[in-house]
């Protein structure tokens, strides 16, 4: 079992930027991602990464938020980042930390069925 705890959301402005951290008891070398859902709308895939106990890590990032958002992982600490700039009002929804039921080699974009754990979900709210 993985228990995490996001944190760092909060009310921006347009343009404006956000980190979220994710705090993982137990283990940590499992892919983790980031999913948000907007009210009345799925839960959809933001990024993701691959863990390594050799500080090498693959990340991916859906085109959506491509060169705006970036997923990081720091083992030691037990924490996965996601660091949003230029945030959009589109991208205001509930973000939830996730971790994959399985590790894998290369990370890639994934389905809500292929997580096993969920965080408690951070809210980001982008102004216009």
């Known amino acids: 079992q993985v228990h995490l705890v996001e944190s760092g959301g909060g009310l921006v402005q347009a343009g404006g930027s956000l980190r979220l951290s994710c705090v993982a008891s137990?283990?940590?070398?499992?892919?983790m991602g980031w999913f948000r859902q907007a009210p009345g709308k799925e839960r959809e895939f933001v990024a993701a990464?691959?863990?390594?106990?050799?500080?090498?890590?693959?990340?991916y990032v859906t085109d959506s938020v491509k060169g705006r958002f970036t997923i990081s992982r720091d083992d030691a600490e037990r924490t996965v980042y996601l660091q949003m700039s230029n945030l959009k009002p589109e991208d205001t929804a509930v973000y939830y930390c996730?971790?994959?039921?399985?590790?894998?080699?290369?990370?890639?974009?994934?389905?809500?069925?292929?997580?096993?754990?969920w965080g408690q979900g951070t809210q980001v709210t982008v102004s216009s």
């Open positions: 996730a971790a994959a039921l399985t590790a894998a080699t290369m990370a890639r974009q994934l389905t809500p069925r292929e997580i096993g754990s």
């Open positions: 137990g283990r940590t070398l499992n892919t």
């Open positions: 990464i691959t863990g390594s106990n050799s500080r090498v890590y693959y990340a």
